[in-house]
């Protein structure tokens, strides 16, 4: 996610869907040639650079306070690796995935500017052992025995055109990243760079693996209400609480109620007068079921497992083992 000067907090005048298709348009139009790819490619860059990166590094302050904890499936993926490995998290974030497992070295990598300074902060801090079977919060969390993530560290990246050697790393991660890229072709170069991070396998050795998560359209039960059939690019707003107001604690039931006192506390962080709160408006592509799988095979990868969990499709994939390579190569 890239820095930008702009702050973009109203809807563009089209909507993500009409905006998306424009874009699609202009790379397959009969004008053809590097100078029509070029042109292209700065359209979707410049709608991004307004409704993805602009908007992370305004509100990154705000967006990593409510990211803290890992994903379940995430870190367990992140402590089943070898001890000694070494792994991606492409678009890091605040980097809460980092010191998940202390027995790997990992990098993490964030086109925001911001993020990345918060991921180094983190980085730098004494934590507590993350992601344990208690689902413990992650990154910042100071306590006893902490101690900084020294096998950790970071830095500003494209993930479109990552700085990593290639075929170098035991794993990868991105989770919640690929949705942002406004064409399917760019969606697809970016699990591109992916696989060519990763190691290539052998007869007598499993290749690299990387773990993708994105949105899924089907969630139907989600408080979101998006499902089959609905449309696929959207603008998701994010309501920049700048002027929350305190308020009292509330006070127990005789029957120590918990139920209630949840309630009531979930009702004071919607506090506030929210016209007055900017909005930013984030592009998503909502995957349906089955994309991810298409995107990784037309990256040139092999789907290992896929599935769904907490309304995103999640793929775990690889390179093809490097005979085969070999052998389309001849």
Not at 220 to 246: A, F, H, I, N
Not at 285 to 302: F, T
Request: hydrophobic share 35%; aromatic share 6%.
């Amino acid at each position: 996610m890239a820095s930008s000067s702009a702050t973009p907090s109203a809807l563009p005048s089209l909507s993500a869907t009409e905006a998306v298709a424009k874009l699609a348009a202009a790379g397959t139009e009969t004008e053809t040639g590097p100078a029509a790819a070029a042109a292209a490619e700065a359209q979707a860059e410049a709608y991004e650079r307004a409704h993805v990166h602009g908007v992370y590094e305004a509100i990154a302050p705000h967006f990593s306070a409510t990211r803290y904890k890992p994903w379940p499936a995430v870190g367990s993926f992140l402590r089943s690796q070898a001890p000694g490995a070494v792994g991606l998290d492409v678009g890091c974030g605040n980097g809460k995935y980092l010191g998940v497992n202390p027995d790997v070295f990992m990098v993490g990598s964030d086109r925001s500017h911001s993020l990345i300074s918060l991921a180094r902060d983190r980085c730098m801090q004494p934590q507590t052992r993350q992601g344990d079977a208690a689902g413990a919060g992650t990154g910042g969390e100071a306590g006893r025995g902490g101690r900084p993530v020294v096998g950790a560290d970071v830095l500003v990246a494209d993930g479109l055109s990552l700085p990593f050697r290639e075929h170098a790393a035991d794993f990868v991660i991105c989770v919640a990243v690929i949705h942002h890229l406004s064409t399917r072709a760019r969606r697809q170069e970016a699990i591109r760079q992916l696989l060519r991070c990763v190691k290539l396998g052998e007869a007598d050795r499993t290749g690299g693996q990387v773990l993708v998560y994105v949105w899924a359209l089907e969630q139907g039960t989600s408080r979101r209400g998006w499902d089959e059939g609905g449309e696929q690019d959207l603008l998701v707003p994010w309501v920049l609480k700048s002027q929350q107001k305190k308020q009292p604690k509330p006070q127990k039931s005789p029957r120590g109620d918990k139920a209630q006192a949840v309630g009531d506390r979930g009702s004071a962080t919607q506090s506030g007068d929210a016209g007055s709160d900017p909005v930013f408006q984030r592009y998503y592509h909502l995957y349906r079921k089955g994309e991810l799988e298409e995107d990784v095979l037309a990256a040139g990868g092999v789907v290992v497992s896929s599935g769904y969990e907490r309304d995103n499709w999640w793929v775990m994939a690889t390179n093809k083992p490097i005979q085969q390579v070999q052998q389309q190569q001849q």
